[in-house]
């Protein structure tokens, strides 16, 4: 059964990190993009980050360089979206996804397999 898993949401204050967690099972993620999501309340998914799958190069939003970090180790099988520096405007649910044939990273319809998100809060 393919399955992707993801945890370390939470609530944490503005300034504060979380680290969040995609663990893959029935499928092995190195064969696979995988992107990072979120969507807030009221608003459409959209994309956060995303890892390629042959040379590990990395993509983000504007609104996230230079505070989150996405990093993949194949032999867990997770990919992981280290968050720092979060502001109140990342709250959201954060999904992870697993694509194939990503031809642009933050486009939905490339991805093939969804998590089930995790919330994380950023508030005071």
């Known amino acids: 059964q393919v399955q992707l898993v993801e945890s370390g949401g939470g609530l944490v204050q503005p300034g504060g990190s979380l680290r969040l967690s995609c663990a893959a099972s029935?499928?092995?993620?190195?064969?696979?993009?995988i992107g990072w999501f979120r969507q807030a309340p009221g608003k459409k998914r959209e994309g956060v980050s995303c890892i390629s799958v042959r040379n590990g190069r990395t993509y983000y939003v504007e609104s996230v360089k230079g505070r989150f970090t996405i990093s993949r180790d194949n032999a867990k099988n997770t990919v992981y979206l280290q968050m720092n520096s979060l502001k109140p405007e990342d709250t959201a649910v954060y999904y992870c996804?697993?694509?194939?044939?990503?031809?642009?990273?933050?486009?939905?319809?490339?991805?093939?397999?969804w998590g089930q998100g995790t919330q994380v809060t950023v508030s005071s």
């Open positions: 029935g499928f092995t993620l190195d064969d696979y993009a």
């Open positions: 996804a697993a694509g194939r044939r990503v031809l642009s990273p933050f486009v939905i319809g490339y991805y093939d397999y």
